[in-house]
């Protein structure tokens, strides 16, 4: 893999979020992910799609992105409630162990998401580059150790399963709740979670995609951190 990915022949960036799930009728990720499409960065497009939060399509809900796309770099966006900070995840483990049902009802107990699969996968993102960006920048954010055992962790695994198979950058982002989304969901959760506005990720997002698409740059000299949009 060359120092720089942008170029003229470069796949556009993909970008993924989640729809609905348990109490969370409104799904931020999504939101996020959809405030990203559209973006030029360095002259690679960034494209979203939205997979549904259902153990049982995700991976060709996945499989059919990257045939159409050819994606130069993947980033997958997940929620995680009670979380107060962007999340760059570190690895991706191979198993399902669901604490609640999918959107499909399904509720899975120590299933492994592939079979014959390793026991993880780890992030291809430069995590640490952009941890150091986002703390230049005054963005929430940390590494996280565990992406849990639910849908993002499977979405993880096979995303850098893909990634790896590819030749191509791709990992995992868990993203706090918005005001709005909270909003919509408050009868049904908690009170007092903690909530990250969507500009704020959104922010935090174009540096992490910048700086995947340019691992050479130095820390903290993301561009698109401080808000300006090539």
Same mark, same amino acid.
């Given at each position: 893999?060359?120092?720089?990915? $942008? +170029? ?10 989640? @729809? !609905?799930? *348990?109490?969370?009728?409104?799904? %931020? ?74 959107? $499909? +009802? ?10 014959? @699969? !390793?026991? *993880?996968?780890?992030?291809?993102? %430069? ?7 986002w703390q230049r920048s005054t963005i929430p954010g940390h590494i996280s150790d565990t992406a849990g055992t639910y849908l993002c962790n499977q979405l993880f695994y ?73």
């Amino acid at each position: 893999m060359s120092d720089t990915i $942008a +170029g003229a022949a470069a796949g556009p960036v993909l970008v993924t979020g989640f @729809g !609905p799930f *348990g109490a969370h009728t409104r799904n %931020p990720s999504a939101d996020l992910a959809h405030s990203l499409a559209g973006e030029v960065i360095d002259g690679v497009p960034v494209v979203a799609r939205v997979f549904a939060t259902s153990t049982h399509t995700v991976a060709a809900e996945l499989s059919a992105a990257l045939d159409e796309l050819n994606p130069s770099v993947i980033v997958s966006l997940g929620l995680a409630p009670g979380r107060p900070a962007l999340s760059l995840e570190r690895i991706a483990i191979n198993v399902r162990d669901f604490p609640v049902p999918d959107h $499909a +009802g399904v509720l899975l107990t120590d299933a492994p998401i592939d079979p014959s @699969g !390793p026991a *993880g996968h780890f992030s291809g993102l %430069p995590i640490r580059a952009i941890l150091s960006d986002w703390q230049r920048s005054t963005i929430p954010g940390h590494i996280s150790d565990t992406a849990g055992t639910y849908l993002c962790n499977q979405l993880f695994y096979l995303v850098a399963a893909a990634g790896e198979r590819r030749g191509i950058p791709a990992g995992f982002i868990h993203i706090p709740d918005t005001p709005e989304s909270a909003a919509v969901s408050a009868g049904n959760q908690p009170v007092g979670q903690p909530i990250m506005e969507l500009a704020t990720m959104r922010r935090g997002l174009l540096a992490a995609i910048e700086l995947t698409l340019h691992p050479e740059r130095s820390y903290g000299t993301a561009t698109l951190a401080a808000g300006a949009i090539a």
